[in-house]
């Protein structure tokens, strides 16, 4: 049985007990130091994972296109691209990747969401992350596993998971229903520690994405995020409510809780409010 959504410690290493292909890929980041994730992985990770870097192999460079257009501070990477990365790590359509990180799976979720646009089903988020897997007694590791630079790339599919731009979601303000997953302050405007204007998309709701954690950073149940998030879909569709953060990362972490609850898969506008902001004609909400 493939894992599309959560994974305990305890469910992988049953995996890991059975010989299943598995692929662990090591997201740890931090927004505030880039190299952070790297230093951590270097000290110990789970045996097997590879680590993959949040702005340079899960995001294509933040910059701006020959009008001027600025895509937003982590932009999708080329599906092709990432393909190519996917096949030297050693994912193919029979294997489970399983994502963590140690910062309650907002970067891995951005691994997750990944995977499934590119057409992989098969790929879980880690719950509880690191921490969770030494609490069930999992050893960490030092050794970094090798890459394969010629190996196939994984033979993409079909995206599966719908995005909105820019232009379109303009278009339909005040008909889509959108969703900020950016802490309360920012989404206020009270605060804006990474983007030149401090605000929101008007008409956006907010829903931090931690909120969708348990103290101990496992997500609550399935049941208790459905009681949560269904009421944002206001009776509607789940493709008529648009995810959007900061940059498109832990706005995953949102569309990952809607799916995990039952309540479908969201659309992901990718360039989030770091893309919207930067173009001055676009409205600015504050609250």
Excluded at 140 to 151: M, N, Q
Excluded at 255 to 277: N, R
């Amino acid at each position: 049985m493939a894992h599309r959504t959560l994974i305990t410690a305890a469910e992988l290493q049953s995996l890991q007990r059975s010989n299943q292909p598995l692929l662990l890929l090591d997201c740890g980041f931090d927004l505030a130091d880039p190299a952070a994730g790297e230093r951590a992985y270097a000290e110990g990770h789970l045996p097997g994972a590879h680590y993959v870097h949040l702005e340079r192999e899960l995001s294509a460079p933040a910059v701006r296109d020959a009008q001027g257009r600025f895509p937003g501070r982590h932009p999708l990477p080329a599906r092709e691209a990432l393909a190519a990365l996917l096949g030297r790590l050693g994912l193919r359509p029979d294997v489970q990747a399983v994502a963590y990180d140690a910062q309650g799976g907002m970067f891995a979720a951005r691994a997750w969401w990944l995977l499934r646009w590119l057409g992989h089903d098969a790929v879980a988020v880690l719950d509880g992350g690191r921490q969770a897997w030494v609490e069930a007694g999992g050893a960490l590791d030092t050794a970094v596993p090798p890459r394969h630079d010629a190996a196939p790339a994984y033979p993409a599919g079909t995206a599966t998971m719908p995005t909105l731009q820019a232009g379109e979601l303009l278009k339909q303000l005040g008909r889509l229903r959108v969703v900020d997953a950016r802490a309360p302050e920012r989404w206020r405007g009270d605060v804006e520690p990474l983007d030149a204007v401090a605000g929101h998309i008007p008409g956006a709701l907010n829903r931090f994405f931690k909120l969708n954690l348990q103290p101990d950073g496992r997500f609550k149940t399935a049941d208790a995020l459905r009681a949560e998030l269904a009421p944002l879909l206001a009776g509607g569709e789940a493709a008529q409510l648009v995810q959007q953060c900061g940059s498109g990362v832990t706005a995953c972490h949102n569309v990952l809780a809607f799916e995990h609850a039952g309540l479908g898969v969201t659309p992901l506008y990718p360039g989030s409010w770091s893309e919207w902001c930067s173009d001055p004609s676009r409205p600015v909400a504050r609250a």
